[in-house]
């Protein structure tokens, strides 16, 4: 094993040291937040504000084509209220845009 295979091995273990840690440590200082006004709206909105920051760029990335398939990812939420005919709208979508253009 040469130092560049050695030092890529002590990089992996200590990301993922601060990865789990991370994780622990959410888990455990949650019970001493307080889950009363602002910090609780806070809490209320960040996983669709973390979603919505996931799937900006991929849609962007996609260009008219994904940005026609949130449209009808919306709809189909509104209309269905069906998460999963919803994701089948959207990827139907983008791969029949995919193939044909």
Same mark, same amino acid.
């Given at each position: 094993?040469?130092?560049y295979?050695?030092y890529?091995l002590? =990089?992996?273990?200590?990301?993922?040291?601060?990865t789990?840690?991370?994780?622990?440590?959410?888990? &455990?200082?949650?019970?001493?937040?307080?889950?009363?006004?602002?910090i609780? =709206?806070?809490?209320?909105?960040? #996983? #669709?504000?973390?979603? &919505?920051?996931?799937? /900006? #760029?991929?849609?962007l990335?996609e260009?008219?084509?994904?940005?026609?398939?949130i449209?009808?990812?919306?709809?189909?939420?509104?209309? /269905?209220?069906? =998460?999963? &005919?919803?994701m =089948?709208?959207g990827?139907? /979508?983008?791969?029949?845009?995919r193939n044909?253009?």
């Open positions: 094993m040469n130092n295979e050695l890529a002590i =990089i992996i273990l200590f990301v993922s040291i601060g789990y840690g991370l994780r622990l440590s959410g888990l &455990l200082l949650s019970d001493k937040i307080s889950n009363d006004g602002k609780r =709206i806070f809490l209320d909105y960040l #996983p #669709p504000t973390l979603l &919505l920051s996931f799937v /900006t #760029p991929v849609v990335r260009g008219l084509a994904g940005i026609l398939a449209f009808l990812i919306a709809i189909c939420m509104h209309k /269905t209220k069906n =998460i999963f &005919l919803s =089948i709208v990827v139907v /979508t983008v791969a029949i845009s044909l253009f």
